[in-house]
């Protein structure tokens, strides 16, 4: 393994070294085969006590970081914020604190505001784990991502990996600019110019509103969703004209390397940002994105408990 992890939190990729980011790869690797097992279960959380407070809507994340809890023998809580008595007034603070007063030794939390979790962590004995906070960062969607990258294509280093859509609110997107970056990755960004966020290329991404320069000579083509619930409607004339200029189908995969990925952190909307054949097809690795997620988010809640993966082999 490359080196050991010191961290209280994971609140976003943008602190993490190469090291950390290959740390975080190379455990979650080992942790891939439990799943495989008739039996699939380790004692590594045993004890321990997860907290997963949801205070915005999650399919693939939530059920993900609550199964690799269950995996790692972890007891756990669930928190979505509509049925908690923040309804009721209190603050996000008061109702963190309460929560760890009951000895809960991670806490998981999406949130819509940007830094939410970064106030709350060094406020908490608890580690934190950051599962999405408004557009700022998704750690773990941008590790199952590279790990994605990994398990397919065997490196990272020198593929040119392009993200179509809403980069501007994009929380997918900014976490995998600065991991894949660190990784040694040629990153493009595509999108309407409204969609992408001004000065993006002083993170040593390239940034461009043509998709056929984003799609020529792809090894990996990272789809975002439009985030209607972000108003990103007024972003562009209409879905349809969106659709029009930036619409992954199987005509514009021709440009791309034979051996292209298509990737989406989901929920995907099938005949807006890709087709339904697209997402269906060959050289979707969508499905795969989800699965691994489970070892990622097991190798981060491992690490954050001090654990050392030799120990549980
Ligand atoms: N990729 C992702 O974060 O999906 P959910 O919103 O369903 O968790």
Redesign the pocket.
């Known amino acids: 393994m490359t080196g050991t992890w010191t961290r209280k939190d994971l609140l976003g990729i943008r602190d993490l070294s190469r090291q950390e980011i290959q740390l975080l790869l190379e455990t979650a690797k080992s942790f891939q085969e439990i799943s495989l097992r008739p039996v699939k279960k380790v004692p590594a959380l045993r004890g321990k006590t997860v907290a997963n407070l949801f205070f915005?809507?999650?399919?693939?994340?939530?059920i993900?970081f609550e199964l690799a809890e269950k995996r790692l023998s972890a007891d756990t809580i669930n928190m979505v914020g509509s049925t908690s008595s923040m309804v009721k007034g209190e603050s996000l603070k008061d109702t963190v604190r309460n929560i760890e007063s009951l000895k809960v030794d991670i806490v998981v939390m999406?949130h819509s505001s940007s830094g939410a979790p970064h106030r709350l962590a060094p406020l908490l004995k608890a580690s934190v784990i950051n599962?999405?906070d408004g557009i700022n960062e998704?750690p773990t969607?941008a590790l199952l991502d590279m790990f994605t990258i990994l398990e397919k294509k065997k490196k990272l280093e020198g593929l040119k990996v392009s993200f179509i859509g809403d980069i501007l609110h994009s929380r997918?997107a900014r976490s995998n600019l600065w991991g894949l970056t660190k990784m040694g990755a040629r990153v493009t960004v595509c999108g309407p110019k409204t969609l992408l966020p001004p000065e993006i290329e002083k993170l040593g991404v390239h940034a461009t509103t043509d998709l056929g320069e984003a799609v020529h000579g792809a090894d990996v083509l990272n789809l975002l969703r439009i985030q209607l619930e972000r108003q990103t409607e007024s972003f562009f004339p209409s879905i349809r004209e969106y659709a029009t200029s930036y619409q992954i189908d199987r005509e514009i995969l021709k440009q791309a390397k034979p051996d292209v990925l298509i990737m989406h952190?989901?929920?995907v909307n099938r005949g807006v940002e890709i087709t339904s054949q697209v997402v269906d097809g060959p050289y979707s690795v969508i499905l795969d994105q989800v699965t691994h997620?489970l070892a990622v988010r097991m190798a981060v809640l491992y690490l954050l408990s001090g654990g050392s993966r030799e120990e549980e082999a």
């Open positions: 915005e809507p999650s399919t693939r994340t939530r993900s999406r599962a999405g998704h969607q997918v952190p989901g929920p997620g």
